[in-house]
């Protein structure tokens, strides 16, 4: 294999190790470095003249760096496998719990010993396995329930999501992924309902009834005397298109008959309560209705 192959199949990023292993000597690459012709990303490892540095480039020679018994994990990982459009400003990456590499900037070393199972080659790179990364990414973003969903509907399925998450019981900060994977299992809007409910106790707001019955529908949750009326959405990778339409039709009766409507998801209500409470409010003063409870 020549060099141009290693270094056009890496993303432009070449170590000093494969650059030996190719052919090129030590001082011919410490030429290289010193002219500028090649640039240093990490100890030992180079950027070729004529790529660009780009989120590729940068976790790619982290990955080189930190070596074959390491795995590029979280977030980084996650952009690895296209659920996130760019690199996190930090790249995680686990090691085995014996070793001891030294520290770097824009590096985070994280010492466990991976089941096998939680490790995957990617385009050449040793990676967190997509349900593993789709995990560990969750419970790191403000927005993690909600990415999680996207992932659900087009990158992991659910039993292998369960596995990791299994798999990685008793790790530091794993509750938190416990506590996303009862949410997401759960098919029914109910456990949302049961979100917004304790978010409106919480807010001491009143007069509202759960399952209104409306038409031939029921709303979720509704202020009948402020015809103001709340629809709740669960996780989307459980929705299929019947139940979405049906539910596009309920709203749209809704309108039609003069109800303000508000649709909340999980996602919300987990990630951001005090906006769904402000939303509400102002719907409801807008009804010319108090709505506040004592």
Same mark, same amino acid.
């Given at each position: 294999m020549s060099i141009d192959h290693v270094v056009a199949r890496q993303n432009g990023v070449i170590s000093l190790a494969q650059a030996l292993e190719n052919g090129v000597s030590a001082r011919t690459v410490q030429?290289?470095?010193?002219?500028?012709?090649?640039?240093?990303? @990490?100890? &030992?490892?180079?950027?070729?003249? /004529?790529?660009?540095?780009d989120d590729a480039a940068e976790v790619r020679a982290v990955s080189?760096?930190?070596?074959e018994r390491a795995t590029v994990s979280g977030p980084a990982a996650a952009f690895w496998h296209d659920m996130l459009p760019r690199l996190p400003d930090v790249?995680?990456? #686990?090691?085995?719990?014996? &070793?001891?590499?030294?520290?770097?900037?824009?590096? @985070?070393?994280?010492?466990?010993?991976?089941?096998w199972q939680d490790r995957v080659?990617?385009?050449?790179?040793?990676?967190?396995? !997509?349900?593993?990364?789709?995990?560990?990414?969750?419970? #790191?973003?403000p927005d993690g329930s909600a990415f999680l969903d996207r992932a659900l509907q087009k990158h992991v399925r659910f039993p292998a999501l369960y596995r990791a998450y299994c798999r990685g019981i008793g790790r530091s /900060?794993?509750? @938190?992924? /416990?506590?996303? %994977? #009862?949410a997401s299992a759960d098919r029914a809007e109910s456990a949302a309902e049961r979100l917004l409910v304790k978010v409106l106790r919480e807010a001491r707001i009143d007069g509202w009834a759960l399952g209104h019955p409306f038409e031939r529908y029921t709303i979720d949750l509704a202020f009948p005397a402020a015809r103001v009326a709340i629809e709740v959405d669960g996780w989307a990778w459980h929705v299929d298109v019947e139940r979405f339409r049906a539910d596009r039709r309920k709203g749209n009766a809704i309108t039609r008959a003069g109800w303000d409507l508000l649709r909340? #998801?999980?996602?919300?209500l987990d990630g951001d309560p !005090?906006?769904?409470?402000?939303? %509400?409010?102002?719907?409801?003063?807008? @009804?010319k209705i108090g709505g506040t409870g004592t």
């Amino acid at each position: 294999m020549s060099i141009d192959h290693v270094v056009a199949r890496q993303n432009g990023v070449i170590s000093l190790a494969q650059a030996l292993e190719n052919g090129v000597s030590a001082r011919t690459v410490q030429r290289h470095a010193s002219e500028g012709t090649w640039r240093r990303l @990490r100890p &030992a490892v180079y950027l070729v003249g /004529g790529h660009r540095h780009d989120d590729a480039a940068e976790v790619r020679a982290v990955s080189l760096w930190a070596g074959e018994r390491a795995t590029v994990s979280g977030p980084a990982a996650a952009f690895w496998h296209d659920m996130l459009p760019r690199l996190p400003d930090v790249v995680d990456v #686990t090691v085995p719990a014996g &070793a001891k590499p030294r520290p770097q900037p824009g590096v @985070r070393v994280r010492r466990r010993d991976l089941h096998w199972q939680d490790r995957v080659k990617l385009h050449g790179m040793w990676v967190s396995d !997509a349900p593993l990364a789709a995990l560990e990414t969750a419970v #790191t973003l403000p927005d993690g329930s909600a990415f999680l969903d996207r992932a659900l509907q087009k990158h992991v399925r659910f039993p292998a999501l369960y596995r990791a998450y299994c798999r990685g019981i008793g790790r530091s /900060g794993w509750s @938190r992924a /416990g506590e996303l %994977i #009862t949410a997401s299992a759960d098919r029914a809007e109910s456990a949302a309902e049961r979100l917004l409910v304790k978010v409106l106790r919480e807010a001491r707001i009143d007069g509202w009834a759960l399952g209104h019955p409306f038409e031939r529908y029921t709303i979720d949750l509704a202020f009948p005397a402020a015809r103001v009326a709340i629809e709740v959405d669960g996780w989307a990778w459980h929705v299929d298109v019947e139940r979405f339409r049906a539910d596009r039709r309920k709203g749209n009766a809704i309108t039609r008959a003069g109800w303000d409507l508000l649709r909340f #998801t999980w996602h919300e209500l987990d990630g951001d309560p !005090a906006a769904v409470v402000a939303e %509400i409010l102002e719907t409801l003063q807008s @009804r010319k209705i108090g709505g506040t409870g004592t």
